[in-house]
């Protein structure tokens, strides 16, 4: 009798270790699936930067790898934020009664004489500007004046102004000494995503010399950054 007890008790404890090991490699497997479900989780909630008119820009995604859809920069005092947080869906267009435009007359009468445009976002909500603007300088004739062919590539893409923000164009002034223009001013507007110009504004030029020449001008597009700053 003894040793039919001895040898029971001895099948029942090792039969509860072995049931205590399953149990603790089932526990580990339901870990790792767990473990693997927040990790998809967290993949499906990674957030896409959309662009100005609200269809996507950079998406993120696991490893580290993105796609890049049509393309939108975000500027936030001539900052450069591309598909970054600045980054707004739903923006709407700029309009010229809500931005404030400067121009500023640099290298006058030297070589890369251009007019500096600014254009700053002054509404209380983000707005896109794209391509370039369309410029008529002083009262010569009712043609805008043309993009400039050295520009670089890009000017469909939207910059988006966060309140506050601002855009840079410049337009490009060829003086050939004879048979030239002057003017101190000049009307300027703002081009919509289909290649149509809105109102005109006019634009006083600021600086030492206000006044400028020339026989050919053409127009950079807009840009976060200031051109022909070194």
């Known amino acids: 009798m003894r040793t039919s007890r001895i040898r029971t008790a001895t099948l029942a404890a090792v039969t509860a270790?072995?049931?205590?090991?399953?149990?603790?490699?089932g526990g580990a497997d339901g870990g790792s699936?767990?473990?693997?479900g927040?990790?998809?989780?967290?993949?499906?909630?990674?957030?896409?930067?959309?662009?100005?008119?609200?269809?996507?820009?950079?998406?993120a995604h696991s490893g580290g790898d993105t796609k890049e859809g049509a393309r939108?920069?975000?500027?936030?005092?001539?900052?450069?934020?591309?598909?970054s947080k600045g980054t707004t869906a739903g923006a709407q267009q700029c309009r010229g009664d809500e931005m404030l435009l400067t121009a500023?007359?640099?290298?006058?009468?030297?070589?890369?004489?251009?007019?500096l445009v600014t254009a700053s976002n002054k509404g209380t909500k983000p707005c896109w500007v794209t391509?370039?603007?369309?410029?008529?300088?002083?009262?010569?004739?009712?043609?805008a004046l043309p993009h400039s062919k050295?520009?670089?590539?890009g000017g469909g893409k939207q910059i988006t102004l966060q309140p506050g923000g601002k855009a840079y164009s410049a337009v490009n002034l060829f003086d050939y000494g004879s048979k030239n223009h002057t003017a101190q001013s000049f009307s300027l507007a703002l081009r919509?995503?289909?290649?149509?110009?809105?109102p005109f504004y006019s634009v006083d030029i600021k600086g030492e010399k206000s006044q400028f020449t020339w026989n050919e001008a053409d127009v950079l597009n807009w840009n976060t950054k200031k051109p022909y700053d070194i």
């Open 17 to 25: 270790a072995l049931a205590l090991g399953l149990t603790a490699c």
């Open 33 to 36: 699936k767990a473990a693997g």
């Open 38 to 59: 927040d990790s998809a989780a967290a993949t499906a909630q990674s957030p896409s930067a959309s662009n100005g008119d609200g269809k996507g820009g950079t998406q």
């Open 72 to 83: 939108s920069t975000t500027a936030s005092g001539g900052t450069d934020e591309a598909g």
């Open 104 to 115: 500023v007359h640099r290298f006058a009468g030297q070589q890369g004489d251009h007019l």
């Open 131 to 143: 391509s370039y603007p369309a410029v008529k300088l002083g009262d010569v004739d009712g043609t």
């Open 150 to 153: 050295k520009d670089n590539a």
């Open 192 to 198: 919509g995503a289909d290649g149509h110009d809105g």
